[in-house]
C-alpha cells in the first residue's frame, strides 16, 4: 500500500505517526549481546474487540485518536501491518485463536450462540497447553469461546472470570492476578470489550435507544472538528454482486446494521465515536502494563497485542466486521519482549488464527502439535533465524447476520487469499462471485479486476493457489467455491448455507 492511499484509508492526512523502521534479520550473537533471559517467559495476551488495524495513533497520527498505551507497546516491540483475522468475526476468530485451528476446523463460522462445546480433546485451549506445561493461568474479560467456562478441566484457564461486559472489572481483576506472588511462569489473557461499543453507537446514531456498556464517550463535537468520512465509502467498481445483495440486506432499517440513510456527516460522526472507544480501551491497557512494570515481570514477559477483527467504519457503506475488506479483515499485532526484540514494523502475511498459540508455544519451549497449521513468529520477531515464511494467507467469512430483501433472508461463505501484491476473493451466491483487487495501487480496494482480461493469469494464479490450500487443510468448501471455473451460482438461504456439523450444546458467558 502506498502513503497516500494508506493516510486516505486511516481518514486523515496529517503528520505525526509513528512509524518504526523495517525489520531486518540479525545473527544470534546480537540478540545475546543484549543479556539472556533466565528461564520460561510470562506471556500476556491483550486483546480488544472490532479494532482495525490502523486504528491507533502510532499509525495515524494524533489530530483524531491518541493511543499512547498502544504506541508504548509498538515503539518497544515488533509490529505485524499485515496481519488478518481467521474470520472476522468474535467467536469464529477466538475458537480459531485460542485452539490454533482454522474455523473451518472448529466447525464455528459464525456468532451462532446455539453452536455447542469444542471437544477439548480435539482442540485443547491455550490454558490447557500452558497448564500441562507447568504455567499459572489466567482469563480475564470476554470469553465467546466454545467451552464452559465453569469447566477448567476443560479449557485449562484455572483463574477465570469472564462475567460482565464491561472492560474496568476486567483490568481491575487481571491487576490483581498480576499483584500476586507467582512461583510459576503465567499465562494471563486480558480480553476486552471495546470498541465493541460501536456497534451500539451506530444504532443510537440512526435513532435507537443503546447503552454502551463500556461508559459514555460524550456527544460528538462540531462538523469541523470531526474525523473525515472514508475516502472508499463507495461500492467498489464492478464489486461481486453477491457482496451488494449482502449490504443491502445488512442495511435493512429494522436488522442489526441499521446504516443504509448514513450521510457522509453520519459516517464522520461514527468515526469520532469509534476512536473515543479505542481511546477509552487503550486507558485500560495503559493501567494493565503499568502494573506489570511495577511487579518487576516486564523483561521477563511476551506481550502480544491484538483485536478479533476490525470495523468498516464506513468503508464502502459498511460497519462492524464480516466482510474481506481490510478494515474488517485486518487486525493489530503487536509483540513485545524486553531484550529479545527491537522495533521495528515487518510486512510478512501473518494468520492470527492460527499462527498467535504456535508463537506462544515456542516461545515457553512447547513443543507445537503437528495438527496445528499456524507458524511461530518468533523467529520473525527476533531476527535470530531466517525464516521460510508462507507466501499468501487465507480468510474466512460466513454472513448470516443480514435481515431481509426481497422477502429472503440472505446468507453467504466465501474465502480470502491474501499474496504480496493482491487479493482474491469468492463466494457462494451470485453471478459474478470473485474478486481480484491489486492492493499495491488500490488499498482501498475500489476496483474489481476479476473480469479484466489483462488480469486473466493473476486470477488464475491466484484460483490455484486457493486450491491448494483446500486440498492441504481440508477445507471442502473451496471445491465447491472453484467448481467449474467459478459459475454462477443462486443465494443460499440462510437455514441452507452451513456446511459445518453442529457441535453440542456449551454455557455461553461473554
Request: aromatic share 8%; charged share 25%; net charge neutral.
Amino acid at each position: 500500500m502506498n502513503r497516500r492511499n494508506f493516510l486516505k484509508i486511516t481518514g486523515a492526512c496529517f503528520a505525526g505517526p509513528f512509524l518504526p523502521r523495517e525489520c531486518k534479520s540479525r545473527a544470534d550473537s546480537d540478540i545475546q549481546n543484549k543479556g539472556k533471559i533466565s528461564g520460561r517467559p510470562n506471556i500476556l495476551l491483550i486483546m480488544t474487540d472490532q479494532q482495525f488495524a490502523d486504528a491507533m495513533s502510532c499509525r495515524m497520527g494524533r489530530q483524531f485518536i491518541h493511543t499512547p498505551a498502544m504506541d508504548g507497546l509498538a515503539s518497544a516491540g515488533i509490529l505485524f501491518s499485515r496481519a488478518y483475522s481467521a474470520n472476522p468475526l468474535c467467536m469464529p476468530l477466538r475458537n480459531s485463536l485460542f485452539t490454533g485451528r482454522y474455523p473451518h476446523e472448529t466447525g464455528v463460522t459464525s456468532n451462532d450462540h446455539s453452536k455447542g462445546s469444542l471437544d477439548p480433546k480435539e482442540f485443547p485451549l491455550m490454558g490447557t497447553y500452558f497448564k500441562k506445561a507447568g504455567y499459572e493461568t489466567a482469563y480475564y474479560g470476554k470469553w465467546h469461546i466454545c467451552m464452559d467456562v465453569k469447566k477448567p478441566a476443560d479449557h485449562g484457564f484455572d483463574n477465570i472470570d469472564t462475567r460482565g461486559s464491561a472492560d474496568t472489572p476486567t483490568v481491575d481483576k487481571a491487576v490483581a492476578f498480576l499483584e500476586q506472588k507467582h512461583d510459576k511462569p503465567f499465562l494471563l489473557v486480558a480480553s476486552f470489550v471495546n470498541p465493541h461499543n460501536i456497534c451500539e453507537w451506530s444504532r443510537r446514531l440512526a435513532g435507537r435507544k443503546q447503552t454502551l456498556s463500556c461508559g459514555e464517550i460524550g456527544d460528538p463535537p462540531s462538523l469541523e472538528q470531526l474525523p473525515p468520512a472514508p475516502f472508499n465509502m463507495a461500492p467498489p467498481k464492478n464489486e461481486p454482486d453477491g457482496m451488494s445483495m449482502m449490504r443491502r440486506s445488512y442495511q435493512v432499517e429494522s436488522g442489526l446494521f441499521p446504516v443504509g440513510k448514513f450521510t457522509s456527516e453520519d459516517w464522520r460522526r461514527h468515526r469520532w465515536g469509534y476512536y473515543r472507544m479505542i481511546e477509552k480501551v487503550d486507558g485500560e491497557i495503559a493501567r494493565l502494563l503499568d502494573v506489570l512494570r511495577k511487579s518487576g515481570q516486564e523483561e521477563n514477559t511476551l506481550i502480544v497485542f491484538t483485536s478479533d477483527h476490525g470495523d468498516c467504519a464506513g468503508a464502502h457503506r459498511f460497519n462492524q466486521k464480516t466482510v474481506f475488506y481490510d478494515e474488517s479483515a485486518r487486525v493489530p499485532l503487536i509483540m513485545t519482549w524486553k531484550g529479545r526484540i527491537e522495533p521495528c514494523v515487518n510486512e510478512k502475511l501473518v494468520n492470527t488464527g492460527i499462527d498467535v498459540l504456535p508463537t506462544f508455544l515456542d516461545a515457553a519451549g512447547v513443543s507445537i502439535p503437528g495438527k496445528l497449521p499456524g507458524h511461530s513468529l518468533l523467529p520473525l520477531a527476533t531476527g535470530t533465524s531466517a525464516v521460510d515464511w508462507p507466501d499468501y494467507v487465507t480468510v474466512q467469512n460466513n454472513m448470516v447476520q443480514g435481515g431481509e430483501v426481497d422477502g429472503v433472508k440472505l446468507a453467504m461463505e466465501g474465502r480470502m487469499l491474501r499474496t504480496d501484491q493482491y487479493k482474491y476473493c469468492v463466494y457462494n451466491g451470485g453471478n459474478h462471485r470473485e474478486s481480484l483487487v491489486d492492493m499495491k495501487s488500490d488499498g482501498g480496494e475500489s476496483n474489481n479486476l476479476a473480469h479484466d482480461p489483462g488480469y486473466r493469469d493473476v486470477l488464475l494464479r491466484h484460483r490455484e493457489l486457493l486450491a491448494r490450500y483446500g486440498k492441504a487443510y481440508n477445507d471442502d468448501l473451496v471445491e465447491k467455491l472453484l467448481a467449474d471455473d467459478v459459475r454462477a451460482l443462486p443465494f443460499a438461504l440462510v437455514k441452507e448455507v452451513s456446511q459445518h456439523k453442529p457441535v453440542k450444546e456449551y454455557s455461553n458467558t461473554r
